[in-house]
């Protein structure tokens, strides 16, 4: 079945360094991915929506400037958490439908678990 | 506006009882999915099952089974004979077909399968 691959699984960083997470559809193409923030045992929340070829579409309190979203190919598409800060760290998780339509399952990545010190 | 409600935040069963977890969605769509997801405690999130807002039926899936009633905006998850590797958050969530592929997400109920 389809598979999405998020890496790292998990980053431990300084406050002020920028972190950057992949995400890849592994064995089809998706013109279009989700990124998600979850904070412990909370819901997932939708931070962004990630267009192949074109700029990401940024939910309504989500600094465009702080999570820079890059969608360079049908396969890949990267989050960059800029100057990180300790109020950054959360789970993040991508997420690409197998098939474009409001029917499809979406493919989740496994996750990143950032934490800023 | 759309919106998935899991009232339930956590629930603790002993292994072998039968345990339901509810959902309830608020849509404007006719046209309509929702999806049974569960994260353990690894954080994947693996999909259990989708339902489209034209079948009513209920499906079974082994010990799972779910219950789709669109007179109450109900699509509630039961799991039959409740086992230790089914503590995890689960998740309901819903999309529509004017907004494509985005999903919006229940809240989540956490639930523990005591041995």
């Known amino acids: 079945g389809a598979v999405v691959s998020q890496h790292p699984s998990r980053v431990i960083c300084k406050s002020g360094t920028s972190v950057k997470i992949e995400c890849r559809s592994l064995d089809f193409q998706a013109t279009t991915m989700f990124w998600y923030r979850q904070f412990p045992k909370q819901s997932l929340m939708l931070m962004a929506t990630?267009?192949?070829?074109?700029?990401?579409?940024?939910e309504q309190g989500v600094e465009k400037d702080k999570f820079l979203i890059n969608h360079a190919s049908l396969t890949l598409s990267t989050l960059t958490v800029t100057s990180a800060h300790p109020e950054d760290s959360s789970f993040y998780i991508c997420?690409?439908?197998?098939?474009?339509?409001?029917?499809?399952?979406?493919?989740f990545g496994d996750g990143t678990r950032l934490s800023i010190l | 506006a759309q919106k998935v409600t899991q009232a339930q935040t956590e629930i603790s069963v002993v292994e072998k009882e039968d345990v339901t977890l509810d959902c309830v969605y608020e849509?404007?769509?006719?046209?309509?999915?929702l999806f049974w997801y569960k994260q353990p405690p690894s954080g994947e999130l693996v999909f259990l099952i989708r339902?489209?807002?034209?079948?009513?039926q209920n499906e079974i899936s082994g010990r799972y089974s779910w219950n789709f009633q669109k007179s109450t905006s109900s699509f509630n998850f039961t799991i039959t004979a409740s086992q230790v590797v089914d503590s995890a958050v689960y998740f309901c969530?819903?999309?529509?077909?004017?907004?494509?592929?985005?999903?919006?997400f229940g809240t989540g109920t956490s639930l523990t399968v005591i041995p």
């Open positions: 969530a819903l999309s529509q077909r004017n907004t494509g592929n985005q999903f919006y």
């Open positions: 990630s267009n192949e070829g074109s700029k990401a579409t940024y």
């Open positions: 339902r489209n807002s034209f079948d009513e």
């Open positions: 849509t404007r769509d006719t046209t309509y999915y």
């Open positions: 997420s690409a439908p197998g098939a474009l339509g409001a029917n499809q399952p979406q493919h």
